[in-house]
């Protein structure tokens, strides 16, 4: 069955950096986009970053810049680098996958996964 597995969370202070990874399973990895979604405390789901099967990247103007999404095809998985982290930027981060449609759209992935949890202090 399709899965997909978030790492790479943890309590960092603002300014420092971390790597999420998305380890995918059960599906053609590489015909397939996915991406970054973060939803932090009273908000909603947003977009974060998505990379097309063909590598295509999209980016929330909040992130651009700070944030670079890249996947590796030979290990099915997606990594996020976040650097200058912000305290708004505290969300808990969830991977999504689809087999096209809208990269921005949380509405157009169909395969999630459970989230990884990322705060930043000031």
């Known amino acids: 069955q399709v899965q997909l597995v978030e790492s790479g969370g943890g309590l960092v202070q603002a300014g420092d950096s971390l790597r999420l990874s998305c380890i995918t399973s059960g599906f053609t990895f590489r015909s397939y986009n996915v991406g970054w979604f973060r939803q932090g405390p009273g908000k909603e789901r947003d977009i974060v970053a998505a990379i097309s099967g063909g590598g295509y990247t999209y980016y929330a103007d909040s992130v651009k810049g700070r944030f670079t999404i890249s996947r590796d095809n030979a290990k099915n998985t997606v990594y996020l680098q976040m650097n200058s982290l912000k305290p708004e930027d505290t969300a808990v981060y969830y991977c999504?996958?689809?087999?096209?449609?809208?990269?921005?759209?949380?509405?157009?992935?169909?395969?999630w996964g459970q989230g990884t949890e990322v705060t930043v202090s000031s």
């Open positions: 999504a996958a689809n087999s096209g449609g809208v990269l921005s759209s949380p509405t157009a992935y169909d395969a």
